[in-house]
């Protein structure tokens, strides 16, 4: 007698075990589709997310609750300016309006059109400015996350400086940010 002569008999014989085994079978197929079903979900959930992120650093669409004066020069990924010098100044220009529009003041500026990095065709800025703490976490996000693509390359913080009438104070902070410039590509 070969298996599946000896399966026959067994299940022929046994009328209850042959349903409950197609019931299981049946079981068993169902879960696997409903599963498969949830992941195909799941996975079109996550492509419309990445092109929505996609789109987004494209610059195709932008982000809700920001305004165009946020996006920086031209709404470029890299710094925009016909010559170093004017990058280099719209660069300094799109920090310290991120820190006034945050309500910080800006003590000095410098712009390196020469750093380490120029070779790689960057600009930095460094700036001094005081600063509110809860802006601060602001600014590095505005400065990061917006357009043109910037990177906070050295951060120092200090002290806050006491306010005579409030007994609350600004914090200095020492920033220098960087940003490529197109000009060099």
Do not use: H
Request: with cysteine; aromatic share 6%; proline share 3%.
């Amino acid at each position: 007698m070969n298996a599946s002569t000896l399966l026959r008999l067994v299940f022929v014989r046994s009328a209850p075990a042959a349903a409950a085994l197609y019931a299981f079978v049946v079981v068993v197929l169902l879960w696997l589709i409903a599963s498969s079903i949830a992941d195909l979900i799941a996975r079109y959930d996550q492509l419309n997310g990445a092109s929505a992120m996609l789109a987004q650093f494209e610059g195709r669409k932008g982000r809700p609750g920001r305004g165009n004066d946020a996006a920086g020069p031209g709404g470029s990924a890299l710094v925009e300016g016909k010559t170093i010098t004017i990058a280099g100044a719209a660069l300094a220009q799109r920090v310290t309006g991120a820190i006034t529009k945050l309500g910080g003041s800006v003590l000095s500026t410098q712009v390196e059109l020469q750093g380490s990095q120029s070779k790689a065709g960057f600009i930095s800025v460094v700036t001094s400015c005081e600063l509110d703490q809860p802006a601060l976490q602001a600014l590095l996000y505005d400065l990061e996350a917006g357009l043109p693509f910037l990177f906070v390359d050295q951060l120092v913080v200090g002290a806050p400086v006491a306010v005579a009438t409030s007994g609350e104070g600004k914090l200095r902070v020492l920033l220098t940010v960087a940003g490529q410039w197109q000009g060099t590509m």
